[in-house]
């Protein structure tokens, strides 16, 4: 009697076998005797797929629901330091009264002068303010870099099945400073460049800037996991050589892109357009825009709310690809077919 067996296969597997679609993340066997055919069956389009990672993501946040806390408490502190190091600049003296235009006038001479770029008249900081406006950058990287290490410590604890803590994560992170610090500057770095690149050169400029955006983005996906399960490491370029690896012993080297979970969004927007086209039909129908005014304020809430659990969810979903590349665990609820299908392949590859 012959016997059918399912398997799942990832990237790599299949690009050592050109005659399998890429595309195709399952194939089955069947097994006669000493002889095996192979065929194809049809995988999940990638609106089934986000719907299922969305699924499989929301189940670990709710198992772990202090997960939700990391991002509105790097978002508060993001905001509280820079504001701290923004005042002294804000409330520097004019002999003026700060709620006056007059201050603001001249703190606006102070640190902003004219400039002509490409044919255009604009202000551009001066050197002071351009200095002290790349220290905030750099500010505002280490303070997200640090509250992310620490998010990442506590969804890769999920992952294994322990509990969340939020204090847990900070200690972590605190004792990972030296790490956070240089992967700032450095990243930091790199992100300069490519904003240089683009806002310098024109439209070949910006597809270039494009372009490494894209590979950099490849290439730093699983650097914050690193730093996590890395406690040696501190080098920032260890760090990125680490994360390369991982992908490329895991998925290769023909990719051109990260899917996520992101595809569903597509939906979302669709079924808030029609919503709100139809509150607008029905609003000018009754001469009632009160209810207009409703639908847009719950569409705008709901919004919110979703794009917040989608964020922690995408996070969430990095950090079991990380484990499934680096330690080869598939992390519940996830199976290994919505791991293998994490990014754009070349075509023909």
């Not at 993001?78 to 009264?97: C, E, K, Q, R």
């Not at 086209?277 to 000018?284: D, F, H, K, L, Q």
Request: charged share 10%; proline share 3%.
């Amino acid at each position: 009697m012959p016997v059918l067996r399912i398997i799942t296969i990832s990237p790599k597997i299949v690009t050592d076998n050109p005659g399998i679609n890429v595309k195709t993340r399952v194939i089955a066997q069947a097994v006669i005797g000493n002889k095996t055919a192979v065929f194809e069956i049809k995988a999940m389009n990638k609106f089934e797929r986000s719907w299922m990672l969305f699924k499989s993501s929301l189940n670990v946040i709710l198992k772990n629901k202090e997960l939700l806390i990391f991002p509105i408490v790097t978002s508060i502190a993001t905001i509280v330091i820079l504001l701290f190091f923004f005042a002294p600049a804000a409330l520097w003296p004019t002999g003026h009264s700060y709620f006056s235009a007059e201050h603001w006038h001249a703190l606006g001479s102070m640190y902003f002068h004219p400039t002509h770029v490409r044919g255009h008249d604009s202000f551009g900081p001066t050197p002071i303010a351009g200095a002290y406006m790349i220290f905030l950058y750099f500010v505002s990287m280490f303070v997200a870099t640090f509250f992310n290490v620490a998010f990442y410590n506590e969804i890769l604890a999920a992952l294994n099945g322990e509990s969340v803590s939020l204090s847990r994560g900070l200690k972590f992170a605190c004792s990972r400073w030296q790490a956070i610090v240089m992967w700032s500057l450095f990243a930091g770095v790199i992100g300069l460049i490519i904003k240089a690149i683009e806002r310098r050169s024109g439209l070949v400029g910006s597809i270039i800037a494009r372009l490494l955006g894209a590979a950099w983005s490849i290439a730093a996906v699983f650097v914050l996991p690193v730093i996590v399960r890395d406690a040696e490491t501190n080098n920032p370029i260890t760090m990125l050589k680490k994360s390369v690896g991982t992908v490329k012993q895991m998925w290769g080297e023909g990719l051109i892109g990260y899917i996520g979970i992101g595809a569903i969004n597509s939906i979302v927007m669709i079924c808030s357009m029609v919503l709100i086209g139809g509150a607008v039909a029905v609003s000018t129908q009754w001469h009632n825009f009160w209810l207009l005014g409703f639908v847009i304020a719950g569409w705008l809430i709901s919004m919110m709310i979703w794009s917040y659990l989608m964020n922690v969810a995408g996070l969430v979903y990095k950090g079991a690809l990380f484990l499934y590349a680096s330690e080869g665990i598939i992390s519940q609820p996830y199976d290994q077919q919505m791991l293998d299908s994490a990014w754009r392949f070349k075509r023909g590859q």
